[in-house]
């Protein structure tokens, strides 16, 4: 075989080589055009041509290197494009898709409840503040007519940061900062948590929720606490709903009283949720103490208030039936995503 066969033949070897399906183009470079490759041997073989062929083999050889080149490159072209085109259509997306829906979260029940009664009493006039929880004993206390030993303080007992500061044991002191910087007409509710230092039952709990009201004007009367609170029951519980005074005890109120509705499930005839009673007991309310409106300097011969505070768990857990207030502050979704 002559020198110009052994190119040709290597010519269509490289480019056979160059178009298989998975060519290795940096094995096939070297293999042809390194500096050990087959081209360089044969061109070094050249010193053994006549004058008048050396030339045109050297011509015939640089023409098939630039033509195993140009192979190369074009394929490398075309792998690197077919790789594009596969990435292009493996990651495409469709925007017009619909996104999958996020679960939408809620309130909770307690802060459920806590608005709709904020809404009853804004519809009547009232208008929200807020208390600290970290409280004086002064306004906790004192202000309202429980001096340091009152055996009231024993059915409040709370937790103490010092002699005089203290977590609020109600949302009744509330009334007093009020009274203290706002005077009459006064009509306010304030909703919060209030603590006392109780073990944690289906019943009780360290940490709680209230909603205080105060009214102070010239001329109101136990009929003004009846009438509001009579709406507020029909708003809350349903139109066929009664109320009920029964007298007790506050040292902040006199006259003071407990109020019940009547059983929103039975209607008074007596269920399981009233305990047979027929009433449910929402609330404790009064005619606000002369000694705390003086503490005010609110002139007790001038101008009368009422006061009521209920618990929020409370109605939340008649009205909604739920029977262990530990449920409120669990935080288990199979509990809240009932409401
Ligand atoms: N603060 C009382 C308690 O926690 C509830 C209460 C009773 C509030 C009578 C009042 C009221 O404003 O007039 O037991």
Redesign the pocket.
């Known amino acids: 075989m002559d020198m110009k066969e052994k190119l040709e033949q290597m010519k269509a070897e490289a480019l056979e080589q160059i178009h298989a399906e998975n060519a290795d183009l940096e094995q096939i470079k070297i293999r042809y055009l390194g500096k050990k490759g087959e081209l360089t041997a044969v061109l070094r073989g050249m010193g053994a041509l006549s004058n008048e062929e050396r030339p045109k083999i050297g011509q015939l050889a640089n023409e098939i290197r630039a033509n195993i080149e140009a192979a190369i490159a074009k394929k490398a072209q075309e792998i690197q494009s077919k790789a594009l085109d596969l990435k292009l259509r493996s990651e495409r997306l469709d925007v017009t898709m619909p996104a999958k829906p996020l679960p939408a979260g809620h309130l909770h029940p307690l802060t459920q409840v806590q608005r709709q009664l904020e809404e009853i009493f804004i519809g009547m006039g009232f208008s929200i503040v807020e208390g600290p929880e970290v409280e004086l004993d002064y306004y906790n206390f004192q202000a309202l007519n429980i001096p340091k030993d009152h055996p009231a303080r024993d059915t ?1 007992d709370t937790f103490y940061i010092t002699d005089n500061i203290l977590l609020r ?4 002191p509330v ?1 007093v900062r009020t009274m203290e910087h706002r005077k009459p007409p006064i009509r306010i509710i304030s909703p919060g948590r ?1 603590y006392r230092s109780d073990a944690l039952d289906s019943t009780h709990s360290p940490l709680f929720h ?1 909603l ?3 009214v102070v004007d010239e001329g109101i009367t136990m009929g003004d606490l009846k009438g509001t609170l009579e709406v507020f029951a029909k708003k809350m519980f349903g139109e066929s709903t009664r109320i009920r005074f029964r007298p007790h005890h ?1 040292p ?2 006199e006259p ?1 009283a407990e109020v019940d509705v009547s059983c929103f499930v039975c209607g008074g005839s007596g269920c399981r949720l009233c305990k047979g009673e027929g009433w449910i007991e929402i ?4 005619m ?1 103490h002369p000694f705390v409106l003086s503490n005010c300097d609110i002139d007790p011969e001038k101008y009368s208030g ?4 209920l618990g929020i768990e409370r109605i939340a857990m008649a009205s909604l039936g739920i029977d262990d207030i530990r449920l409120f502050y669990e935080n288990d979704q199979r509990f809240l995503s009932q409401f």
């Open positions: 409040q044991s109600q949302t009744s009334q209030v209230q205080e009201g105060l506050f902040f109120t003071s609330l404790g309310a009064g606000v009422f006061a009521f505070g």
